[in-house]
């Protein structure tokens, strides 16, 4: 491990947190280490500590698990440590004056403490400077989700309300925020124009740090004594702790899109929504993929076309449905008869359906009941080769015994059992000739 004789900036001052518009910076290594992976489950390391150190996840690299990996800090930094449901910023570091090496690749950067640790597959000698350039697509995008939930949130808090918690998506995702009860319709527009209009009024949002002041949502490890707590402030309607990037005013923030809700634990509700780049992208998106489902369907575009087509095509389903139930019983009936003049000459029947299930069987079973009382056996059985079925041996108790007793050896994968004038059982996979099998046992009892 090598350390400099600088004093880094701390979490809370950094560069990045100053000026969230910066997108370069030029400064030096002062800390390099080799990262060691903790000992036992990772998971549970990472519960107790609250660091996400997992390189397997952080990196889309799938050989990232067995290549060395170095922590490095620097004496400040313009790339942003995950924290505050903010996710890590992605960018390089172009080391200055150092011949033979190119820009390297920073996809993790961590708050351990107070300390802002980058993780790179190349180690960097201490005192090496260089220029850190941050992804700043993707940091413009993090910011809108983020102050966009920061506004969210507030135009919330006063209709009762109140955010439980939150998670911003990965990019392309959508963020929710958990409320203690799902928001009516007419709630959910009123939110959404509102958020909306805030935006347009272009309030300016800034950050406070004042002295003397904590804050209950500080991390745990977290000095908040030696450390810079910071307030995010959006004009006079909203003032927060929060060590995220933010935008300098509303109406970058662009738009709130609020999407749909789900119900958890109780009464809690998550409230999904995006902001922003990712709401239009995540809009468009959504408006082809309607305009590709029209297209299958034979409708218009329109989302009243295209919802009346698929109620059209459910009914018709729900319909067909109901005749395939009717034919379905009176193929039953005349199997089941079939059944009956088999057994006026033989005390067993065999009967294989490949295409139905177990609820023809129970239909069929049905038909058969007085006919089956203390008199012969009857095999039912479902499926083809290579594909799943049930099967059901009902009728005279010695006669059911005797041939549920050989199932087994014939057919491989059936696992059923009973007891008395029924046997039942699951067949995972039929192989060729058991049904065959099968229909020779019954014929020889």
């Not at 990472?46 to 490095?72: E, F, P």
């Not at 890590?88 to 351990?112: C, L, W, Y």
């Not at 933010?246 to 923030?253: M, N, R, V």
């Not at 902001?275 to 239009?280: E, K, P, V, Y």
Request: aromatic share 4%.
């Amino acid at each position: 491990m090598a350390i400099a004789d600088v004093t880094p900036t701390i979490v809370g001052a950094l560069s990045c947190q100053r000026d969230s518009y910066q997108q370069t910076l030029e400064t030096k290594v002062v800390r390099c280490e080799e990262y060691i992976p903790p000992r036992g489950n990772p998971q549970q390391s990472r519960a107790k500590s609250k660091q996400v150190t997992d390189l397997s996840k952080a990196n889309d690299n799938s050989d990232a698990a067995t290549q060395k990996t170095w922590m490095i800090e620097f004496a400040d930094s313009v790339l942003f440590p995950e924290g505050g449901g903010q996710h890590t910023d992605h960018g390089f570091v172009t080391p200055i004056g150092v011949k033979g090496m190119s820009a390297i690749p920073i996809e993790n950067i961590q708050r351990h403490g107070l300390r802002c640790v980058h993780f790179s597959q190349t180690p960097l000698e201490v005192g090496t400077r260089v220029r850190q350039t941050v992804y700043y697509a993707r940091r413009w995008d993090l910011m809108q989700q983020h102050t966009g939930q920061h506004l969210l949130s507030a135009i919330m808090d006063g209709m009762d309300l109140p955010t439980l918690g939150w998670s911003m998506g990965r990019p392309g995702e959508m963020n929710y925020v958990e409320l203690p009860r799902k928001p009516t319709d007419v709630e959910m527009a009123g939110i959404q124009q509102e958020c909306n209009a805030v935006i347009r009024e272009n309030l300016p949002v800034t950050v406070e740090t004042p002295e003397a002041k904590g804050s209950a949502s500080l991390p745990a490890d977290y000095d908040g004594e030696k450390g810079v707590v910071r307030f995010v402030k959006i004009g006079d309607l909203d003032y927060n702790a929060c060590c995220g990037t933010h935008l300098k005013q509303t109406s970058h923030i662009g738009l709130v899109l609020l999407h749909h809700t789900q119900s958890i634990r109780g009464t809690n509700c998550r409230l999904f929504f995006t902001a922003g780049d990712r709401a239009i992208n995540m809009a468009t998106e959504s408006i082809n993929g309607l305009r590709n489902i029209a297209i299958s369907l034979s409708s218009g575009a329109a989302p009243t076309e295209v919802a009346a087509k698929i109620q059209g095509l459910r009914e018709q389903a729900s319909d067909a449905r109901k005749r395939e139930k009717r034919l379905l019983a009176e193929i039953a009936r005349f199997e089941a008869e079939q059944i009956k003049d088999t057994l006026q000459c033989a005390s067993s029947a065999f009967s294989h359906r490949p295409d139905d299930g177990l609820d023809f069987i129970n239909l069929v079973l049905v038909e058969l009941k007085e006919t089956l009382k203390g008199n012969g056996v009857v095999l039912l059985c479902t499926g083809d080769v290579k594909t799943s079925g049930s099967l059901v041996i009902t009728g005279k108790v010695e006669l059911v015994e005797k041939l549920s007793a050989k199932i087994k050896g014939i057919v491989e994968t059936v696992k059923g059992g009973g007891r008395g004038e029924k046997w039942q059982g699951k067949v995972t996979e039929w192989q060729k000739g058991e049904v065959e099998a099968l229909r020779t046992a019954v014929e020889e009892l």
